[in-house]
């Protein structure tokens, strides 16, 4: 046995090496087919014919969503989708829909030359080659994007029609016929409790006829004003008493004055001068100290989020405002009754909503610009802008103002200061019970039945106003003739005109019903087309009234309007956006999202693809590998 393994001993290691390799490797045999087969395994497929998408083919998209991450900020947005963003599924496909619409390009069609790519390929620490077919790649995502957006899919019948439909105008004389609560019966209870629970929770004007009765956020107010007037009046006073400080002042600015003569008395111009940089030194002062008075009682109280978490207590501690008004006239010299003196605390009357504060007298006006732009870019927060983002309101403590504290002091355009504070709140939320919002229900049910009503009498009133004219039916129905009126869907491809009509509110379906009808009359004018083509009957269901009009004149618009808003593209943009059920070429990116993607190219996943940690730990070796290259 010994001389039978001496003689064949190389042939055995050998063989029980092997055996013994193949027992060592038999768990990790997976990940090593996987490995050599990686290239040509199938992560997704694609398409009606089920094109197979390879490891290979992931490994590369998932490197140019890689680079393009890196050169986030250097490349302008694409159009309609913006960035890419880390969804290699999304940037594939757009590879593929521009690929097939035959606008991938070669080299020269990133506009890029060679050292920028090699700039760039140093910089973010990818080769050469991967940097420069991700560009070509990108632009041709770009061009096709670009293309959808501006295609010229309109025949010119339609680009005409839909033109005059949306620059075209017409002047029209109209009688509003509004369904009155009055003119109909008070409903029982039963009909208001049914009425309450269907749109209870339903915000003001989204429901059927505009019903909604979800109570907003809401707020009471007091205030107290200090007139810059009361101030000034005090520094007229102070130097009636004693013009010493006017006079160094007129000393002090004697080159800006006639001279100085001791012996007569302050002129007015000095003390005018005088007496406005006193008012304007006073006024800060006047507001540092109402702050720090109301402020004092709450020092030491322990903040969460910017926000002061107050005491049970703190209604009873807190300074009443009535004496803060007390102890600045006090503190300052300023009257508190006669002329010039400080005004009354004043109140909302319980709770209020943002657009009831906004139109409260002169304090609605009043706000502070410590705090950046109001509404709509205004350089001031308006009293409705800072109550609106209380605490109470969902306001993250950017503007620290809650219920029961002081705000900051706000200024109106005249000058004046206004300290304000809030009482008591009440968050957006359903009406709890029907008798907080009764008189609207009632009102609402009331105009319901008259309107039902009235759609029974819309022939009598056409027959009526065809026959004896739009005076007629005003006197009928004891309202007054407006206009006339123009009314157009747009003044500009751009700038959508909206649908208001007087005395009746907004409803474009009526604009547009005119529009259209003075279109179908043809390019004579409505002068000389008989009355009773020229009367339109129009409900409007939303606002329960109905719109009597009679066309006047047709105002068209112009040959060279029509080419000027071709020739930039504003025409086939906006037809092209309204055909999408927008108001901008924006809605065009919900086509371009990963799963429309997905969807229109049939693209599946599949049963071999990678897992998120895997392919996470692929695309940092990828990056590290070149990297490496790129050094």
Avoid: C
């Avoid at 947005?77 to 496909?93: K, Q, S, T």
């Avoid at 105008?169 to 208001?192: C, M």
């Avoid at 013009?243 to 003390?271: C, I, M």
């Avoid at 020739?567 to 906006?574: E, F, I, P, S, Y």
């Amino acid at each position: 046995m010994n001389r039978l393994l001496r003689k064949y001993n190389r042939i055995l290691l050998a063989v029980f090496g092997v055996g013994l390799m193949i027992v060592f490797l038999m768990p990790q045999l997976p990940d090593l087919m996987a490995q050599f087969g990686g290239q040509g395994s199938e992560i997704a497929t694609m398409g009606k014919d089920g094109t197979v998408v390879t490891r290979e083919d992931w490994r590369l998209v998932q490197q140019q969503v890689q680079i393009l991450q890196r050169l986030e900020g250097t490349l302008s947005p694409l159009p309609v989708v913006g960035a890419i963003g880390n969804d290699p599924d999304r940037y594939y496909l757009l590879i593929h829909e521009a690929s097939k619409a035959g606008l991938i390009g070669g080299n020269a069609s990133a506009a890029i030359d060679p050292d920028t790519i090699l700039r760039l390929s140093l910089q973010i620490g990818f080769p050469p080659a991967a940097v420069r077919q991700t560009l070509i790649n990108y632009a041709g995502i770009r061009r096709y994007l670009g293309r959808v957006q501006t295609a010229g899919r309109l025949s010119d019948r339609r680009l005409k029609l839909e033109s005059r439909r949306m620059l075209d105008g017409v002047d029209a004389r109209y009688v509003v016929i509004p369904a009155k609560a009055e003119d109909a019966p008070t409903p029982n209870v039963d009909e208001q409790q049914a009425h309450f629970e269907k749109w209870a929770d339903t915000e003001p004007g989204e429901g059927d006829h505009g019903f909604g009765y979800r109570l907003p956020d809401r707020a009471s107010i007091e205030w107290l004003e200090i007139p810059r007037a009361s101030v000034e009046a005090m520094v007229r006073a102070d130097v009636a008493t004693d013009d010493l400080e006017a006079r160094k002042f007129w000393r002090k600015n004697q080159a800006q004055f006639e001279s100085v003569d001791a012996a007569t008395s302050v002129p007015d111009d000095v003390l005018d001068a005088y007496v406005t940089e006193k008012v304007n030194d006073l006024l800060p002062t006047i507001s540092r100290s109402a702050s720090d008075t109301l402020r004092a009682p709450r020092r030491g109280f322990a903040t969460h989020e910017n926000f002061v978490i107050l005491p049970e207590s703190w209604s009873d501690d807190r300074v009443n405002i009535d004496d803060l008004r007390a102890m600045l006239g006090d503190r300052f010299g300023l009257k508190l009754d006669g002329e010039n003196a400080l005004p009354a605390t004043g109140s909302t009357d319980g709770l209020v909503d943002m657009s009831t504060i906004q139109q409260l007298p002169r304090v609605g006006l009043a706000g502070t610009d410590r705090y950046g732009p109001g509404r709509n870019g205004i350089p001031t927060r308006s009293l409705a802008d800072l109550v609106s983002i209380a605490k109470e309101f969902g306001g993250t403590g950017e503007v620290p103002v809650q219920n029961g504290l002081a705000g900051p002091v706000l200024t109106d355009r005249q000058g004046n200061l206004w300290v304000f504070r809030m009482t008591e709140v009440d968050s957006a939320r359903p009406p709890a019970t029907l008798s907080e919002v009764e008189p609207a229900v009632i009102e609402d049910l009331r105009r319901l039945a008259r309107w039902n009503a009235l759609q029974g009498e819309l022939d009598g009133i056409k027959a009526q106003t065809q026959a004896d004219g739009l005076e007629a039916v005003a006197t009928e129905w004891s309202q007054a003739v407006q206009g006339p009126s123009s009314f157009q869907r747009y003044m500009h491809p751009s700038v959508p005109r909206g649908g208001m009509v007087r005395g009746l509110g907004t409803d474009q379906a009526l604009v547009d019903q005119m529009v259209e009808r003075s279109i179908a009359l043809g390019t004579a004018p409505l002068a000389e087309t008989d009355r009773t083509e020229r009367v339109l009957v129009l409900p409007s269901d939303r606002n329960m009234a109905i719109l009597v009009a009679e066309l006047d004149r047709r105002v068209p618009m112009r040959e060279t309007q029509f080419d000027n808003y071709l020739d930039q593209g504003a025409l086939t943009r906006r037809i092209t956006a309204n055909d999408f059920g927008g108001q901008d070429l924006g809605d065009l990116a919900a086509s371009f999202t990963g799963d429309a993607l997905r969807e229109r190219n049939n693209f599946v996943r599949g049963t071999q693809q990678d897992d998120d940690e895997e392919e996470k730990e692929d695309a940092e070796t990828d990056q590290s590998a070149t990297a490496s290259a790129a050094n």
